[in-house]
Structure formats: structure tokens, C-alpha cells
């Protein structure tokens, strides 16, 4: 295997074999009977360049086949620190995915929609006594329309049974009288003992629930121009 070549060879100056460092080989090709053509001191110096040139042409092909070889590994490095940095974004890009799975089932779902579709396509997430009273076309304070009466709702929910036992209540009347009693199933909808009067709303609660309250406006069956008076109100 050859010696690796460090610098460039054309870049090494020739010598000066015409000088008295030299001499001896000169002589020694003048007098060679196998170089019959080199009688003269200047052809013996001219033998030598051509010698040393044709020397340093073979070490520029070796040194310019070390360029090439070093320049593909290079390349090769490159691909290779490229594939490895393309494998590395596509797992990260895989694990990001996973984390936004993961995120998106702690998220609340988000329902579609179609531009131009009035409020009520929104699904209605309401208290099932807020749902009972909108049927009714009945009174229903806007607290009803909050996420805490959401909340109770699911809580109850949970804990509902369906069972026979009977208890007591309390129905708002029309009649004059005053309000009724009657027995009804513990897993009845009723009023929750958590509402709080519209006048005890701050005004950011009031205008959470308005939109909430429109959207149930169609649970009644209101005419069209019930509606958009209820909506132009707000």
C-alpha cells in the first residue's frame, strides 16, 4: 500500500540538477554505456528533470485519488449523520403525535359546526331541571346555564339511583293557592338547591349563561320571532 501522500506534490519545487550537488550523477550517466544518448553534462541534468517530472506526475494521481477517497467518506459521513438526524425527527415527530393523543383525551370534545347555522345546532350540555323548565316554556334562573349547574347535573347523575322509593316536593303552581305538594320518584328532576337568583349574578356569569340560555330556546319550541327578540335583547 502506498505511503499517504500529506501535502501536494505539485506544489514541491524541482531541484537544480544542474548544480554541483548533482555532479556525480551526471557524471555517472555520461558514462553509463546503457545511456549512449547522454555525452554531455547538460543532457545528463535534463535526463534527471524529466526523470523527477514524470516521478511527481505519478505521486499527483495518488494524491489527487486520496482527495476523492477522503471526499466520499466525508459524503458518506454526511448521508449517515443525515439519516440518523431523519430517523431522530420522524421518532420525535411519532412521540408528538402520542403526546397530542394523549392531550387531546384530556381535552373536552369539540363539537362541529356549519358556518351560517343558527345557535341551536350547538349541542346543549344543561341541568336537567333547566331542561324540564325550557320544555315548559317556564321561568329559569340563568344560573341554571352556568358550567357549575353542568357539573352538578353529571355529579348527580352519578349518583342517581333508580330505585321506587317516594319523597315529598315542592312544584311551583299557577294556582293561587300557592304551590303543591306531591309525591314523586327519588330520581325525579328537580330544582337544585345551589341556584343562585339572577340578582345575586355578577355580570360576566350572567353573560356566560345568556348564550347558553339562547341556545335552549328551541327546547320550547319558541316561534322564530321569539327567537330573534330574545337574541336582540342580549
Known amino acids: 500500500m502506498a505511503e499517504r501522500l500529506e501535502i501536494d506534490p505539485t506544489k514541491i519545487p524541482a531541484p537544480d540538477f544542474a548544480s554541483e550537488a548533482y555532479a556525480f550523477v551526471r557524471n555517472a550517466l555520461i558514462a553509463d554505456a546503457n545511456t549512449p544518448e547522454i555525452n554531455t553534462d547538460e543532457l545528463a ?5 524529466t526523470q523527477w517530472l514524470t516521478h511527481i506526475e505519478g505521486l499527483r494521481a495518488q494524491y489527487e485519488t486520496q482527495l476523492r477517497e477522503a ?14 438526524e431523519r430517523l431522530a425527527a420522524v421518532e420525535r415527530q ?3 403525535k402520542e403526546l397530542a393523543k394523549e392531550a ?23 341541568h336537567p331541571y333547566a331542561k324540564k323548565m325550557m320544555s315548559a ?14 357539573l ?23 294556582n293561587p293557592s300557592g304551590s303543591a305538594v306531591s309525591l ?5 328532576v328537580r330544582a337544585s338547591p345551589n341556584a343562585i337568583p339572577d340578582s345575586r349574578l355578577s355580570w360576566p356569569q350572567v353573560m356566560r349563561a345568556k348564550s347558553t340560555f339562547l341556545n335552549a330556546l328551541n327546547l ?11 337574541g336582540a335583547f342580549w
Open 45 to 49: 541534468a535534463l535526463r534527471l528533470k
Open 184 to 188: 314523586v320518584g327519588s330520581h325525579t
Open 104 to 126: 387531546e383525551k384530556k381535552c373536552l370534545p369539540i363539537y362541529s359546526f356549519q358556518k351560517g347555522v343558527g345557535v341551536d345546532s350547538i349541542p346543549l350540555q344543561l
Open 152 to 174: 352538578e347535573a353529571k355529579e348527580r347523575s352519578k349518583d342517581s339511583l333508580d330505585t321506587n322509593h317516594l319523597q315529598f316536593a315542592v312544584e311551583d303552581s299557577d
Open 220 to 230: 320550547g319550541t319558541w316561534p322564530d320571532n321569539y327567537i330573534s327578540m330574545f
Open 71 to 84: 471526499e466520499t467518506l466525508r459524503e458518506q459521513s454526511r448521508q449517515e449523520a443525515a439519516d440518523v
Open 94 to 96: 411519532e412521540k408528538e
Open 137 to 150: 316554556r317556564k321561568y329559569v334562573p340563568l344560573w341554571y346555564f352556568l358550567p357549575d349547574a353542568a
